[in-house]
């Protein structure tokens, strides 16, 4: 695809078909962290710098979105300038720059997408915008040779899909959550029984060493593609008051709850990949982080079908992801007056 520079309106040609090697710099910041990273071809990382707020966080129990982007403001430039101390890559060797316009925080998109904006006008590159749930499908282009098409289990804290990836530019969205995310769900049961922030990975830990047939939870009842979470949060929420006080079994319940999750996504999923005759799967977003999603899914192989989730640091927020989905062309954004935005 061409892109044009906006001073000198010098037209570049980026991704697969330009013939020579991109190296395209993104910065991500819709949530709680700072990102920055330099990607060779949309494949190879070349720096993959991440700053943290989790402890910021971790005391409010959640995100405060006000916090979130002063944090954003004080990390912005340390980790541009450690991506490019990292690569050894000199600003005018990259090819273009990249930024997540949304969903997200917007305080937050706003200080990454600025900055990323920023660095293609002073150094005269194209700029890419890129939408964040199709970033999070394109971790799983990073070390691998995955091309469409494919079916997608799209698991964060914001969104829970299942995508049929036809081209890397054609996505059709088969199914959606019709109340809470699986990441949210997972966030909100681990608060429920005493967990601090974030909870999903704290309730995958301790659902390893519980047993997942302890407590029969129920599984959302929605037609077709889409998933329902909120019952079973209520469900979890009774089982919980039942002990009235005493101690409670919080490992059997963590796995009850996981079983109970990982189950209904990897049953819709598999219906979705059989529909469509695909050979091949990939899993992302955060939530794509969890043991026992990630054993299910894997477990398709042995029907013939490939398998691919991210390495577990691609498969949160990170930058790496933006700059492969800038590189594929996934429905980006060119117009340098892209303006961010929160929900999908
Ligand atoms: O994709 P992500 O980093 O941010 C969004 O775009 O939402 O996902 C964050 C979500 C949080 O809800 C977090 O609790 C969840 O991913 N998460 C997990 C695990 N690791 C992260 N949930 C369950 N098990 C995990 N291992
Ligand atoms: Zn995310």
Not at 60 to 78: K, M, S, T, W, Y
Not at 134 to 139: D, M
Not at 160 to 184: F, H, P, R
């Amino acid at each position: 695809m061409d892109r044009k520079t906006l001073f000198s309106e010098k037209t570049v040609n980026i991704g697969t078909e330009s013939g020579y090697d991109n190296y395209i710099m993104a910065i991500e910041s819709s949530c709680d962290e700072t990102a920055c990273a330099i990607v060779k071809n949309g494949r190879e990382v070349i720096a993959n710098i991440v700053a943290s707020q989790i402890k910021t966080h971790e005391k409010f129990g959640g995100v405060i979105p006000e916090i979130a982007a002063r944090e954003h403001l004080d990390a912005i430039n340390v980790v541009v300038e450690e991506a490019f101390e990292q690569s050894g890559i000199a600003p005018e060797q990259i090819t273009a720059f990249a930024g997540t316009v949304g969903p997200g925080l917007v305080g937050c998109l706003l200080v990454g997408l600025n900055a990323a904006k920023t660095l293609a006008l002073v150094h005269d590159k194209p700029f890419i915008g890129v939408n964040h749930l199709n970033a999070h499908l394109c971790a799983n282009y990073i070390d691998t040779d995955l091309k469409p098409p494919f079916m997608a289990l799209l698991v964060s804290g914001g969104h829970t899909q299942i995508i049929d990836v036809e081209s890397y530019s054609k996505q059709t969205i088969l199914g959606e959550t019709i109340d809470d995310a699986v990441g949210e769900a997972y966030d909100k049961v681990a608060r429920l029984i005493g967990l601090p922030y974030p909870g999903g990975p704290r309730l995958d830990k301790l659902a390893q060493i519980g047993n997942p047939k302890a407590f029969e939870l129920p599984e959302g009842k929605v037609e077709g593609y889409n998933f329902s979470f909120s019952g079973l949060k209520t469900a979890v929420l009774r089982l919980v008051k039942s002990f009235d006080g005493k101690e409670l079994p919080i490992n059997d319940i963590c796995a009850s709850f996981q079983e109970c999750v990982s189950k209904t996504l990897v049953k819709k999923l598999k219906k979705a990949l059989e529909e469509r005759g695909y050979n091949q799967v990939v899993i992302a977003g955060g939530v794509a982080a969890n043991s026992e999603i990630r054993k299910k899914v894997f477990a398709l192989e042995s029907d013939g079908c490939k398998v691919f989730a991210p390495a577990m640091k691609y498969c949160t927020d990170n930058a790496s992801m933006v700059a492969s989905c800038a590189y594929f062309n996934t429905n980006t954004f060119d117009d340098i007056d892209v303006e961010v935005f929160s929900r999908a």
